[in-house]
């Protein structure tokens, strides 16, 4: 028995190969990842200051590239060491992990589409926590910008949704420059500005100070034709124009007016064939 010795079956080398290189790359993605979360954090002071982690009151974007660079370091270290050394223990842990996480994201899948109305109020809450800290973090800023720019929307469901913000409500109290605007990234774009104004937003939400001044803002809309034909003069003019109706419409001239969940929605459904085809290409890719 001294000289017989249990050989279990040898793994192809073209599998164990490709595994090792496939982590590799997952491995060194990981390390970039969490090397510009760190450098992030480094250069908003927060490293050097790890209390102030907890000050934001909105999400942190740092934490996507942190959480996301430490589960593919993990993985990637795992899965390169456990294929070339034939470690039995890093590649289970390597298999159970991946398993956890598509486990993980079936069931968000699942969930997501059985409480969408719960999902929907859940992301409503989470942008207008966010725009109430539009200002306090400037990768928080870029992010919102991005989004509301790629979406063409303006906060949650409207651009009154910014009332929440303490630089852009229009309460009396409020002295900033900004009160009764929107950051720049809900305004309509105009193909022939080759530079952002980012004051386009200032007073995008202000009420008109009388009908004259709407109606000719305006000018040069079929809305002016309409009024003139019907002879419309005085206080009744001033009393349309004011009206919550035209309010909108003047509105949408200059910045977005739907909201950014139902732009959400909409580009879900029309890229529905591109997400899932994602989703089921990540799954394989765990498989």
Known sequence: MSGKHYKGPEVSCCIKYFIFGFNVIFW????????????????????SNISSITDLGGFDPVWLFLVVGGVMFILGFAGCIGALRENTFLLKFFSVFLGIIFFLELTAGVLAFVFKDWIK???????????????????????????????????????????LNIYFNCTDSNASRERCGVPFSCCTKDPAEDVINTQCGYDARQKPVSGISLFCHLAQGAFRRA????????????????SSLVKEVDQQIVIYTKGCVPQFEKWLQDNLTIVAGIFIGIALLQM
Do not use: H, M, P
């Open 227 to 242: 009024l003139e034909y019907a002879g419309c003069c005085g206080s009744i003019c001033d009393t349309v124009l004011s």
């Open 28 to 47: 060194f993605l990981g390390i970039a990842f969490l090397g510009i979360g760190l450098w992030a954090w480094n250069e908003k002071g927060v490293l």
């Open 121 to 163: 109020d859940q992301l409503y809450f989470f942008i207008n926590n966010n725009i109430r800290a539009y200002r306090d973090d400037i990768d928080l800023q870029n992010l919102i910008d991005f989004t509301q720019e790629y979406w063409q929307c303006c906060g949650a469901f409207g651009a009154d949704d910014w009332n």
